[in-house]
């Protein structure tokens, strides 16, 4: 390592410091100097929040409307883990929180919480705002490059080659998922030093290739709501309902983000076969398969020259309408009346089982979460402070802590970054 300075003028009293500026650390920040004096954050990117930045062309899922304790059940085996930090900065102390910045949590038509588009780019900007206004300082364009450890407390930080002596120090740079938005595994190898295990990190929240390659035909055509049964080896596994999105590749959205990581486990090669993991899409379903026979000759008496396209256009997107045609050779203008015996058995098949075989999932690059991280159980979860290191602390997606898709995921670094920045502060001035 390159040799490195002391700071020239050292601090009266030595600093917490916070490394990363991402909804977890500028929310620790905000706390820890709402509670003491001496909080410096450091950012290696000159706007702090790169990956939040980035995330502007839709909303922002940031929370559910659950209480806290149903929220943490989400988090699976580490419920009891998040509990703690849900029950110091829940959904309604993290409204209150960005409310007080000028952000409106709103319902997505569910009960997601969402920031809205035209607010979601500034959201990075005032919570920096915020944990000035509360005291902190933060350092831009400043990487940690090391932390320096001395009789099992943490010493300094090097930034720049500049060794920085500290009081505590709160790790909340982010994971590996989608590196080219700020966070790329510092926060793994700071934790290894300090003596931490690192779990094995496995992309999730990723969209999945398909076979079929129906690309431009279907991209961006969406199912805001259907039931999804996938099998492996033509076993089933398990079954969920929501939405699914098509891309030019194969498929995103809502049911794929939430069970991605356990496809990807499905698709692993680890005992050398090929397993063939595949969708089964049900798109129509509030009606039960031995009913829809019937609901079909309903239409027909009610309509008698209504179309196939006319009768699925509630349920099906236009675009997989147009699909409808060359897969079971049935036109949307077809009407409904002059199916024969077997094309109404095949639209029937295929209306409640449109099936698509699970290629690969997307690159590391576009993961939005990865599955893995600083092992939940050498922390605290009352403090969120280190089993093995008395000054030091961790917050965010550093940890191996992965909610379900849909806010889980920043209501979880809000909360812990909150409990962090509580806990260092307290800390200090015992
Ligand atoms: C495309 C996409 C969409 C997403 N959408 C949602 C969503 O709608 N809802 C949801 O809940 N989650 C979503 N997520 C996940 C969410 O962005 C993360 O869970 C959240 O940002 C984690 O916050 P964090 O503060 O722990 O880490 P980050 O936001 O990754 O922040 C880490 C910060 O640390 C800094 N840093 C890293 N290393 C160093 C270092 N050595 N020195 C100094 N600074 C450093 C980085 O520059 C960065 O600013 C999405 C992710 C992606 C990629």
Known sequence: MASTRKAKKPEKKRPVVVIGGGPAGMTAAQTAAEHCDNIILFDKNPEPGKKLRSLSSGPLFISENLPDDKLARAFGDKEKFILPALNAFGLEDLSRHLAAMGIKLTPNGSSHLVVVPDVAPDLPTRLGRAAEAAGAVIRKSSKVSDIVFGKNLVT????????????????????????????????????????????????????????????????????????????????????????????????????????????IGLLGREDGKQHRVEFHIDMMPDIKKKDLDTWFTQQVANSPKITVGALLRDYIPERLRAVMSKVVRIHSDKPVANLSYLERKLLLMWVKDF????????????????????????????????????????????????????????????????????????????
Request: a negative charge; one cysteine or more; proline letters at 5%.
């Open 156 to 263: 300094a930080v090097v930034v720049n080659s500049v060794e920085y002596p500290v009081s505590s120090v709160i790790i909340a740079c982010g994971s590996v998922a989608s590196p080219a938005r700020g966070a790329t595994g510092d926060g793994y190898q700071f934790a290894r030093k300090a003596g931490h295990t690192v779990t094995q990190i496995l992309p999730a929240m990723v969209g999945l290739e398909t076979m079929e390659r129906y690309g431009k035909s279907l991209a961006e055509s969406e199912f805001p709501d259907c039931k999804i049964q996938v099998t492996c080896d033509d076993e089933p596994q398990f079954s969920d309902r929501g939405s699914l999105k098509f891309t030019s590749y194969g498929i995103e959205g809502d049911l794929v983000f939430t069970h991605s990581a356990r496809i």
């Open 355 to 430: 099936h698509l075989t699970i290629r690969r999932p997307r690159p590391f690059n576009e993961t939005r979460a990865v599955l893995g991280g600083v092992a939940t159980e050498e922390i605290d979860p009352e403090t969120m402070r280190s089993k093995k290191v008395r000054n030091l602390y961790f917050a965010g997606e550093v940890l191996d802590l992965l909610g379900p898709w849909g806010g889980y995921n920043f209501q979880m670094a809000f909360s812990t970054g909150y409990l962090a920045g509580l806990s260092a502060a307290r800390a200090l001035v015992e």
